[in-house]
Structure formats: structure tokens, C-alpha cells
């Protein structure tokens, strides 16, 4: 049985048709071949103990959000909401900002980055070109990507970066950055030479804003940033 006061803390939202919640870095959002726990699952188990609903919860997912990256995730609790929802999601009308500690900044204090994305699904990962024409790919194969991008704060060390996604593509960020020479800490598949702790990596899906599909009302949802040590140092 879930416990409803522990993670009522991890909710950030919720209404009839709506429910956001706080993903813990490491966390699957749904069942994959490893067969671990989703968050999917927690929801489901606390929105059926909270309500006391009898049989299978409805609950649907209209985004996804990487296991290693930490925070806000979308849930759909009624079909009418799914389904506008997941075309909200399509064209581009959730506005998502994201959070990345790195290892070095960018060249330039903000701007906009644009790539060119294969992903290989063997590999589970995606690889961002300059240009669409790339020997070895026809230019059907990669998908045009996009990003905002503002320098928030420096340490000796590591960079925090404010960034705002365009377009939805597979492991975009973490791709993208990676092709300027920048990594995620923690983020060994995208080129940092080390792995986190707790197995996820410092990008955080900070704050979504969208129109309510049901409602109409503006949302607007901002989620706390990880316990971890360097998340803390750059809060202050």
C-alpha cells in the first residue's frame, strides 16, 4: 500500500482530468524490459488508495521523460485529456523549460542551437549533425531539433544552463549539447566521465506551461530541484 502523505509531496498538480507529479532521478516513467517499478504504477496506486476507486485506474501518458532526467511529468486521468493532451504535446503548445548542470558553458552567454538528429534505436541513442545531409544517412532519417538556451550561473567547475525545448526529439538535449562539446554531469552515454549516484544525471525538467485541454485555464507548474549536492549549490 502506498503511503498518500509521501507522495502527495511529489504531486505538483492535480485535478479531474489532470495530474503532475515530481520524477526522482533513475525513476522509469513506464515498463521497459528491465522490469523495474515504474512511476506509472506509483501513480496508478496512489490515485486508487487516495480515492478509493475499485478495478483498474485510467491513467495515460502523453510525453515522455528520460529515466535518468528528473521532473515534471504530464499524466492524463480521463481520455478526453489523453487525447488533447497528446496532441498539445505534438504541435507544440506545452511550453517546457529545463534545467542542466554541465561540465563546460557554451560559447555564447544564450542563443539558440540547431541540429540534425538520427537516433539509433539499436544504440538507444541519438547523434545531432550540423546539416541534414550526413554520408551514410538519407536526409528522411534525421529529424530537425532546436533549443533555447540561457547561462544561469558558473562555478569553478560546472555550468547551469536554462533551456527551453523547440522540438521534442529523442534524447534532443542530451544530444545536442553534446555535439557543441558540452555534457550533462553524470551523463556517461553522452560523453561525461563519470555517473551520479543515485544513476541519474543533472537535467531537470523544470517548469511546463500550457492551456488546460479540459478547463481552459492557464497552467503553469514549477517542479523543486533534486536532493543532490550540486543542485543545492546553485539554489542558493
Given amino acids: 500500500m502506498i503511503s498518500i502523505t509521501d507522495f502527495e509531496k511529489r504531486v505538483l498538480y492535480e485535478d479531474n482530468h489532470i495530474i503532475i507529479v515530481n520524477k526522482n532521478p533513475g525513476e522509469i516513467v513506464q515498463a ?9 504504477d506509483t501513480v496508478k496506486a496512489y490515485l486508487k488508495e ?56 557554451l560559447p555564447e552567454e544564450k542563443g539558440t542551437l540547431v541540429h540534425y538528429l538520427y537516433r539509433d534505436a539499436q544504440k538507444n541513442k541519438s547523434f545531432a549533425y550540423p546539416s541534414p545531409r550526413v554520408r551514410g544517412h538519407r536526409e ?38 553534446a ?8 551523463d556517461l552515454k553522452y560523453g561525461f566521465p563519470r555517473s551520479n549516484p543515485d544513476g541519474g544525471i543533472c537535467l531537470h525538467s523544470r517548469e511546463v506551461s500550457f492551456v488546460h485541454p479540459v478547463s481552459g485555464k492557464d497552467i503553469c507548474v514549477t517542479a523543486p530541484l533534486p536532493s543532490d549536492r550540486i543542485w543545492t549549490f546553485f539554489s542558493l
Fill in 32 to 40: 521497459d524490459k528491465t522490469g523495474d517499478s515504474t512511476l506509472m
Fill in 50 to 105: 487516495k480515492y478509493q476507486k475499485p478495478g483498474n485506474v485510467f491513467l495515460g501518458l502523453p510525453h515522455r521523460l528520460d529515466r535518468p532526467t528528473s521532473g515534471i511529468v504530464v499524466l492524463a486521468k480521463t481520455d478526453k485529456a489523453l487525447s488533447r493532451l497528446n496532441d498539445m504535446f505534438r504541435t507544440g503548445k506545452v511550453d517546457k523549460i529545463y534545467w542542466a548542470v554541465t561540465d563546460r558553458p
Fill in 140 to 177: 528522411s532519417e534525421l529529424q530537425e531539433a532546436r533549443l533555447e538556451y540561457e547561462t544561469l550561473a558558473r562555478s569553478d567547475r560546472y555550468t547551469l544552463l536554462k533551456i527551453r525545448l523547440l522540438t521534442g526529439r529523442h534524447h534532443q538535449i542530451r544530444a545536442q549539447l
Fill in 179 to 186: 555535439a557543441c562539446n558540452v555534457h550533462i554531469k553524470g
